[in-house]
């Protein structure tokens, strides 16, 4: 098992934030480059990864009341993330990204794919910064 997580604090008020994260029409707005997320017509998502040629349905919940969403795979407990949005001082926020991988996926071991995550992570939180400070 690999837990991986990436912080950033941004310019914009946590309701402004969990307003981007929460509309699944956006997502592929904010998460990494090489990575693709559709909204479903039946309110998930579907997922792919440049590279890996597959397309993973997806589950995902939206929970207004905790500015949280979590996400994972339909097929399969080996993966799961959540992004979490709180609340801080002066018109600001705190971003925490997290992803678990479980199984035998490559981001589970120690190596090139877990540093890329980690680089992805930081990428995706960067992305969403720009979104919602422009």
Not at 6 to 14: F, H, K, P, S
Not at 48 to 69: A, F, I
Not at 94 to 99: F, W
Request: proline letters at 5%; aromatic letters at 6%; glycine letters at 8%.
């Amino acid at each position: 098992m690999a837990e991986f997580e990436a912080e950033r604090r941004m310019a914009a008020t946590a309701d402004r934030v969990f307003e981007v994260v929460a509309d699944l029409d956006r997502v592929d707005e904010w998460v990494p480059d090489g990575i693709r997320v559709r909204p479903t017509p039946d309110g998930e998502v579907a997922a792919s990864l440049d590279g890996r040629g597959s397309v993973v349905p997806g589950l995902v919940r939206v929970r207004p009341e905790q500015l949280r969403l979590e996400w994972g795979s339909r097929d399969s407990p080996d993966y799961a993330g959540w992004l979490q949005v709180m609340h801080a001082d002066d018109g600001h926020c705190s971003v925490l990204l997290h992803l678990s991988f479980l199984g035998d996926q490559p981001e589970a071991h120690a190596g090139a794919a877990a540093q890329a995550l980690r680089t992805r992570l930081d990428d995706g939180l960067a992305r969403l910064e720009r979104l919602v400070t422009a």
